[in-house]
């Protein structure tokens, strides 16, 4: 039997990707001055190692109607005469694409986030990091391979990597500064990741997809906690030039990020009227709810890390998600192991009820 192709919107020859680098390579023989609280995530790391195979049951079907079985009020369209004038087959087409553009974008981060950490292990001058990096290779390899499983053998459909996310991930690999591939990678582009994922683990009804982001998720929250206790541990003892630099950083990303992960890419592959929709986004409060809970995790870890000045926090109020700054951030990484493991736990119950009804046929 043929194995399942993706249908991907753009061919991958014009998609292929080259980014120029010359990163410095950090040696160091002091095996000595390790950091507890990083060589305990470390071991957790390497106790947590799963195989996507295995874990993840993949003889469970997506809906045709609704792969994911989403909400449709976060829907680019939903609420817009277009929306209202569609066919259930239209309708269901766009849940399809709009679906299939999310996962594709977690699935190129993934890999992104694969690139930057086998970077970290190279430059960064800390031997605990370097460490824990290394069993984060492991961690976005596995990603990778479960969320390009789930396009190819159930979606079929893949797109493009979003520009924006793009362009975030260029400068995480292109800097040559270690602390700034953690800052883009670790905080930013994997904190929004981690709101997105668990939209779908709370909300989707459907058990295949809800499980691969809640495993994924146990996985990240380590990561973010990794990028959290390195870099409260760097950033005191950067001058106020280079906190500047940093904290602008933050600011700019956000404001991409917000404004531009927004799927309009979808609008133009199935020929529908981006601006329309777009000034629909705009007032939309399904929208605005939306993108507000994609930074429930980005707000309070770059408090921790001390990048909390005048400017960021007005950013932040002007952003309407300055409120998130309360949130105990370890608490809530914390919650994600929990939920990941009351998985584990439904699947053992559902293994268990299928080897019951399996002896009782034989």
Request: net charge negative.
């Amino acid at each position: 039997m043929a194995a399942t192709q993706i249908n991907y919107t753009l061919p991958v020859e014009q998609t292929k990707w080259f980014v120029p680098g010359g990163a410095e390579t950090a040696f160091t023989w002091d095996y000595d001055d390790m950091r507890g609280s990083l060589l305990a995530l470390y071991d957790k790391g390497k106790r947590q190692q799963w195989d996507a195979s295995d874990r993840i049951d993949w003889s469970q079907d997506l809906d045709p109607e609704n792969p994911m079985q989403l909400p449709d009020e976060s829907l680019l369209i939903f609420g817009t005469p277009m929306w209202d004038r569609m066919t259930v087959a239209e309708r269901r087409r766009f849940r399809h694409h709009a679906q299939a553009w999310q996962i594709s974008q977690f699935l190129h981060g993934e890999q992104g986030a694969l690139i930057c950490t086998a970077k970290i292990v190279q430059t960064v001058p800390d031997i605990d990091s370097k460490f824990y990096a290394a069993t984060q290779v492991a961690d976005e390899a596995r990603h990778v391979e479960a969320y390009s499983r789930l396009l190819r053998e159930k979606f079929e459909l893949a797109y493009p990597i979003n520009p924006h996310l793009k362009t975030l991930l260029d400068q995480a690999i292109s800097d040559r500064r270690w602390d700034f591939t953690y800052l883009a990678m670790q905080i930013l582009i994997e904190g929004l990741a981690l709101a997105a994922f668990q939209r779908i683990r709370d909300y989707s009804q459907n058990p295949l997809s809800a499980a691969i982001n809640a495993y994924v998720m146990q996985d990240e929250a380590r990561h973010v906690a990794f990028g959290r206790l390195a870099l409260r541990d760097y950033y005191p003892h950067l001058t106020q030039k280079e906190r500047d630099e940093r904290e602008e950083f933050v600011q700019e990303a956000c404001w991409l990020m917000r404004d531009r992960f927004t799927g309009f890419e979808i609008l133009e592959h199935l020929d529908l009227p981006v601006d329309e929709i777009r000034e629909h986004a705009e007032h939309s409060e399904a929208m605005r709810l939306f993108r507000t809970f994609l930074f429930s995790r980005i707000v309070p870890t770059v408090r921790d890390i001390g990048l909390w000045g005048p400017r960021v926090q007005k950013t932040y109020t002007d952003m309407g998600v300055i409120m998130f700054s309360q949130i105990d951030s370890a608490e809530m990484l914390a919650q994600d192991q929990k939920v990941a493991e009351e998985f584990d736990a439904e699947k053992r119950l559902r293994d268990l009820e299928k080897a019951i009804a399996q002896g009782e046929a034989d």
